[in-house]
């Protein structure tokens, strides 16, 4: 079967190809693509752990499973409020690259 | 090399590329396109961790919800990036060393941990995903009922911020 240093690596190269997204990309839409490829790569690890302690213990383990449901959740919250503040922005400014942004005053 | 191997360094292959895709293509809308086919490619290796509920979370929540999000904010602020001139800004460069040494760093870290090396077996379906006892676990004060409770308000936050920034207040008062 599959080694667990498999999908660990696995998912540093999603997280790091996430990463570059994020600090690299000038539209803000594609900044929070980057972030739900790291998100994406946090939950890849966490029920790889999962995987690894229900087979040590050999016991049914929950919490990794509580942390990967409650990373879903936040995902979902992140994108909504992100997405929103982007057209919140588009409308007051007609423009969402992220370093033109650079006012708080709305 | 068994059956499974080759399938996961099969996905695993895919994800990576769709994902470099998405980061480095310059039209926006096949960024998101493509980071529909990565997200996908995410829920295959959760089926073969022998997680099936959240391979099923994973298309419900991220394919169905999150990337039609995207696309529809991408379709929204189309006009403002064209898709011609440089999507990236003077710091791509070193956003590139700088993610590929954080990459080299853990898969050195990781290759060289004994307890990585380990193979995971097919786990039993009594130890295995059980969604019952994730249910259970999630309503029981002495388990998850807290965190499941700020889950659920972090929710609800985010619903009024997202009503509240998008919708145009003052303009529907007068």
Redesign the interface.
């Known amino acids: 079967?599959?080694?667990?240093?498999?999908?660990?690596?696995?998912s540093?190269?999603?997280?790091?190809?996430?990463?570059?997204?994020v600090?690299?990309?000038?539209?803000s839409?594609?900044i929070?693509?980057?972030v739900?490829?790291m998100l994406?790569s946090c939950?890849?690890n966490l029920?790889?752990f999962?995987?690894?302690y229900?087979?040590?213990r050999?016991?049914?383990?929950?919490?990794p499973?509580?942390f990967?449901?409650?990373i879903?959740?936040?995902?979902?919250?992140?994108?909504?409020?992100g997405?929103?503040?982007?057209?919140?922005a588009?409308?007051k400014r007609?423009?969402?690259?992220a370093?033109d942004l650079d006012e708080l005053k709305g | 090399m068994t059956t499974l191997q080759i399938v996961f360094l099969i996905i695993a292959a895919i994800t990576l590329v769709s994902a470099c895709l998405v980061v480095m293509t310059r039209k926006i809308m096949h960024a998101a396109l493509w980071l529909v086919l990565s997200l996908m490619g995410v829920a295959m290796v959760y089926a073969t961790l022998q997680s099936g509920f959240y391979a099923v979370v994973q298309v419900l929540v991220y394919i169905g919800a999150i990337s039609t999000l995207i696309i529809f904010a991408v379709m929204m602020t189309r006009n403002v990036m064209e898709d011609v001139g440089p999507q990236s800004n003077r710091g791509w460069g070193l956003a590139l060393v700088g993610s590929l040494i954080l990459f080299a760093g853990t898969s050195a870290i990781l290759l060289t941990w004994d307890k990585a090396q380990t193979v995971l077996q097919e786990i039993p379906a009594v130890n295995g995903e059980n969604i019952q006892m994730l249910g259970l676990a999630l309503v029981d004060p002495m388990g998850f009922l807290i965190p499941f409770e700020v889950a659920s308000v972090l929710l609800l936050a985010a619903l009024v911020a997202a009503i509240f920034l998008t919708a145009d207040i003052k303009r529907s008062r007068s």
Do not use: D
């Open positions: 079967m599959i080694p667990l240093s498999w999908y660990l690596i696995f540093a190269a999603l997280f790091c190809i996430g990463l570059y997204g600090l690299s990309r000038k539209n839409v594609a929070l693509m980057g739900e490829l994406n939950t890849i029920l790889a999962w995987h690894y229900a087979q040590v050999q016991a049914p383990q929950m919490s499973l509580v990967a449901a409650i879903f959740a936040v995902a979902a919250a992140e994108t909504a409020v997405l929103a503040l982007i057209i919140s588009y409308r007609q423009n969402i690259i370093s």
